[in-house]
């Protein structure tokens, strides 16, 4: 990795930071070149403005989510399995969830209510998420019955998320997620029987 890539990526993780611990409109461009080492000058090198560091930042997170999600699959994998990286992520979370809410849904609804152009692109990683348990919840139900089933659960970890964090209490995610493990299984089991 060139210096130059590591600088690059250093600002997007400090930035990343900031943009979930802050929020977006609250993070300057001067607070990201000091949290990340360089002077604002020498940021502008990288990211001439806010929102190309903020794709930047949209584009790291729907990379780190796809590697961790998705890249693991298995042409033959069952919906739990899917599903349950999503949970495991969730779960590992729990504790920056309590901190700061979402990440991503956190900057979704922030910029929801400020600029469309830039909610579209924050909301693609939450839809994008949604899609991912469309599919696999595909594998066993219908696709209609599957995108109601993707929505039920999206909700109820981004409601885990905002709760956690308005109670700063991580404990709120591992309940939920154990919730959602015991529903998953109802769910999958009743369409196994259903197939069968």
Not at 11 to 26: D, K, P, Q, S, Y
Not at 80 to 98: K, M, N, Q
Not at 181 to 190: G, M, N, Q, R
């Amino acid at each position: 990795m060139s210096e130059s890539t590591s600088t690059r990526d250093r600002v997007i993780a400090a930035a990343a930071n900031l943009f979930a611990t802050r929020g977006f409109a609250a993070t300057s461009i001067a607070d990201v070149a000091e949290a990340s080492g360089l002077l604002k000058g020498n940021l502008a090198y990288y990211f001439k403005t806010k929102q190309s560091l903020l794709d930047a930042v949209l584009d790291a997170r729907a990379t780190a989510l796809w590697t961790e999600l998705v890249a693991p699959a298995q042409p033959d994998e069952d919906a739990r399995t899917a599903i349950g990286r999503l949970l495991d992520h969730v779960r590992a979370s729990a504790d920056d969830l309590a901190k700061y809410g979402c990440p991503v849904g956190g900057l979704a609804t922030e910029l929801g209510k400020t600029d469309q152009a830039l909610h579209t692109n924050a909301a693609a990683l939450l839809l994008n998420l949604e899609a991912y348990l469309c599919d696999a919840f595909a594998k066993v139900v219908a696709r209609n019955r599957a995108e109601r089933l993707a929505e039920q659960l999206l909700v109820r970890l981004q409601g885990a998320a905002v709760i956690a964090q308005a109670r700063r209490d991580p404990t709120v995610v591992h309940r939920q997620v154990d919730e959602a493990i015991a529903w998953l299984e109802t769910v999958l089991d009743t369409s196994d029987a259903r197939r069968a």
